[in-house]
Each structure stands twice: as structure tokens, then as C-alpha cells.
């Protein structure tokens, strides 16, 4: 069968991967199970806190939502701050656990954040760019001056688990970010202090991505060629089938390879996979396995297709249910 989907007439086949795909979205598990179950969270007050990371690392909590709802439910500021002074743990800094047990009762907190942000480096470097210049058909070059900003920033983290006492999660992160501006460029240069609460909101997205689930897309070929020996008319509704999914019309494509799969007696593998493919994208991870094994035991010779989505799709049943259990946890 010719393929309908065609590729860029002057790329060779084996570089422009034609095969047509399906955007496949998928939830994964947070990095960090545990932190992933406690729903409940407090931050207190970093130490050396120029750059307002706890503040930044409170917000990215606040904002963080699986479906539309929110994962996390942060403690008032109010009520932390108050707790904090009554306590006289208000420049502590990094709790240690017994500290953190005795404020989260009071709050009625699951876990506290608290944390040490270092000094941040900024460092200007001066260079020369050579630029050209033409008038008058003649050109010349002449040199501009540039300055390249690097900025770097770090922070110890950790997070107290108040029923059991114990950490949770305890690191420091880093980062840093480059900017280079030259006189004659329109570009502009952030401020030192800019660049610092730059780097501040990148850590606490980083911090709070490892607590959460969070979802992931990628691509899936489809089986575009015939496997066995097709009439005209199964050739037409694979081909037709592959169209209604290139129309994003999935429905109409799941019937076509289903009429497929009936016309070829079962004994052809592209439909069973194809049918995969479209579970899969839906999140029906355990209707897709069983297509997919369907595929693959109609298969003599390997194919790099059907053995990538077996191993995937187990890979991913596992993933979605331990997603699944940190989100339905203290719920």
C-alpha cells in the first residue's frame, strides 16, 4: 500500500521518519513517593532568604494541580508566622525534626519545608564582538563592546515529616543561568537581583516538580503497512483508518481498523496494534496491553514497533497506578 502521509520530497526516508504518530499523554509518579502523600504542607522561613525562595517554593505549591484540582493544601502564612514566634523559631532556618513535630501539631501541618538559600554569585565578564559594516560597496569591521552576566544560586531543602518525626527529603539545589548584551543589541541585561529571583523560581519549580505527579507526552507510531497479503478493500480502510486519525476522528478510526481486524480473520497484526495505539492514547493502558499482545503473537520476525510498546505499556500501567495511589493518599 502507497503511504498516504508523505514526507518532504528532497529528505531521505530514513531521516525524516514518516511514520505517522499519535501524541500520548500519560501521568507519572513524583520522584519523591512519600513527599507525593503528604498533602499538607507548611513552609517556614529560609535562612539568608534574599531572593524570597521560601516564598516562590509556597507559591509553586499553591499552584500545583492534577485535572484541575489542587494537589497541595499549603498552610496560612498567618498561622505559621504566628506559631513561629510564639516559639521563637522564627530565624531557624533548617528545622531539625523535634522542631518540626512541635510547630506541625500546632498547625495542623503534615509536613514542614523549611531551608538555607547561599549567597548568590554574580559575575560580570567584558568582551568584544567583531561586527561588519558595508557603504557604498565598501565594508569594513569594527568591534563592540559586550558583557555576558552569570549567575548561580543554591539552597539546602528538606522536608519534615510531622506524624512520624522524620525527613522526608533533604538536598541542596543549584543552578545557574548565562545572559549576554552588547552595545549595539536590543536585548536586555536583568538586574543582579533579577537574575537571583530568577534562579530562585527555577529551584522551587524543580523542589516542588519532585513532589508531585505530574503528566508526560510523547510520541507513538502507527502501522501504516500491511502485514500479510491485503485486498484492495482492506487496504482502503487501513488507509482510511490512519486519515481519521490524522483528523484527530479516533472513533471513527477505532471502527475502521476494527472492520480491519474482522476482514483479515485476526491473522494481521497491524490492526490489533493500531487499536493498541489508540487505547493507549485514551489512557486505557490495560485495553491497549491486551492488543498489543495480540500484535505481538502474530508476530515471526521482530518488530521494533509492537516490542516497544509491550515493554512501554507495562512500564506504564505500573507508573500510572503508583501516580494514582500518591494522588488518592490522605484524601
Known amino acids: 500500500m502507497k503511504a498516504f ?25 513524583a520522584e519523591i513517593a512519600r513527599a507525593a502523600k503528604t498533602k499538607k504542607i507548611a513552609v517556614t522561613p529560609f535562612r539568608h532568604d534574599v531572593v524570597g525562595l521560601a516564598g516562590k517554593v509556597e507559591a509553586e505549591l499553591s499552584r500545583r494541580r492534577i485535572d484541575g484540582k489542587p494537589y497541595f493544601t ?45 549567597a548568590p554569585s554574580i559575575q560580570d565578564t567584558r568582551f568584544y564582538e ?35 518525626g522524620d525527613i522526608i527529603y533533604a538536598d541542596t539545589l543549584s543552578d545557574h543561568a548565562e545572559w549576554e548584551h552588547c552595545n549595539d543589541d536590543s536585548k536586555g541585561m536583568p538586574s543582579r537581583q533579577m537574575a537571583a529571583d530568577y534562579l530562585a ?10 513532589l508531585t505527579p505530574h503528566y508526560v507526552t510523547f510520541d507513538v507510531p502507527l502501522l501504516e503497512d500491511p502485514d500479510i497479503d491485503y485486498t484492495d478493500e482492506q487496504e482502503h480502510l487501513l488507509e482510511y483508518g490512519l486519515r481519521y486519525v490524522e483528523q484527530k476522528r479516533y472513533d471513527k478510526a477505532e471502527e475502521l481498523f476494527r472492520r480491519l481486524l474482522e476482514s483479515t480473520g485476526e491473522r494481521s497484526y497491524v490492526p490489533f496494534y493500531n487499536l493498541g495505539v489508540l487505547y493507549e492514547m485514551r489512557g486505557n493502558y490495560r485495553e491497549a496491553q491486551n492488543y498489543y499482545r495480540a500484535a505481538d503473537k502474530l508476530t515471526v520476525e521482530p518488530v521494533d514497533s509492537i516490542n516497544a510498546a509491550v515493554v512501554r505499556i507495562q512500564r506504564l500501567i505500573a507508573k500510572s497506578e503508583e501516580a494514582h495511589s500518591q494522588i488518592a493518599a490522605g484524601r
Open 5 to 29: 502521509y508523505l514526507c518532504a520530497a528532497m529528505v531521505p526516508l530514513w531521516l525524516a521518519g514518516c511514520a505517522q504518530k499519535v501524541h500520548v499523554r500519560s501521568l507519572a509518579p
Open 130 to 164: 567583531t561586527r561588519t559594516r558595508c557603504k557604498n560597496d565598501h565594508c569594513y569591521e569594527y568591534k563592540v563592546s559586550c558583557v555576558k552576566r552569570t549567575a548561580g544560586l543554591s539552597a539546602q531543602i528538606r522536608m519534615i515529616d510531622v506524624k512520624q
Open 201 to 210: 523560581g527555577v529551584i522551587a519549580k524543580r523542589f516542588v516538580y519532585k
Open 74 to 118: 499549603v498552610v496560612s502564612r498567618m498561622d505559621l508566622d504566628k506559631i513561629l514566634a510564639e516559639q521563637r523559631h522564627q530565624n531557624s532556618g533548617l528545622l531539625n525534626p523535634d522542631d518540626a513535630v512541635e510547630v506541625g501539631h500546632l498547625i495542623g501541618a503534615e509536613a514542614i519545608v523549611s531551608g538555607e538559600v547561599g
